[in-house]
């Protein structure tokens, strides 16, 4: 009998135990951001207002983050324009862990070699405590004599919550 409430009093006294060391592992852990949530606008800087329409908004946006590495092209049908200065707004998610993250658009649809949409200015850098990033990209069209027209885009504001 005093065998018995012995090994009674050392099994709850275990379990006690691991009880308590679940609860200290659990609670030590950090909760990780699974996504973060870009909410970016895209301009096309030198758009031409003179006759061309095609000029005023990005044809094609691209985002990628990394790492990992990542990289989506936005269909327009998710992009919001804005016709007051003809931008482009979207909200995408990016993968939890992204350290930086950039966009590339081509703003030379009125142009017969529109060809290549590039990141100008680096990338922006996340921090692990963002859940949120809101940026503005600006994005230029130029012509590589005497090949096509590209277009380079740099941030130009961003903040992160």
């Known amino acids: 009998m005093i065998a018995g409430n012995l090994i009674r009093r050392a099994l709850t006294a275990g379990v006690m135990l691991a009880t308590t060391a679940a609860m200290v592992v659990t609670m ?3 909760a990780a951001a699974s996504t973060l ?6 301009d096309c800087l030198n758009v031409n207002y003179s006759g061309d329409t095609r000029d005023w908004y990005a044809s094609y946006v691209s985002v990628a983050s990394a790492p990992p590495s990542y990289g989506v092209t ?9 016709p007051a200065n003809h931008t482009w707004s979207f909200t995408i998610s990016v993968p939890g862990g ?4 950039s966009v590339s ?5 009125g142009h017969q070699y529109d060809q290549v949409g590039w990141t100008n200015g680096p990338a ?3 921090p692990s405590s963002a859940t949120t990033l809101t940026a503005t990209w600006g994005c230029s069209t130029q012509q590589v004599y005497p090949g096509p027209y590209i277009t380079g885009c740099s941030a130009q504001s961003y903040s992160y919550s």
């Open 105 to 109: 658009a081509i703003c030379s649809g």
């Open 124 to 126: 922006i850098s996340i």
């Open 28 to 30: 030590q852990q950090p």
């Open 37 to 42: 949530t870009l909410n970016a606008t895209v």
């Open 74 to 82: 936005m269909p327009l049908s998710s992009m919001v324009a804005n």
């Open 98 to 101: 992204s350290t930086s993250v």
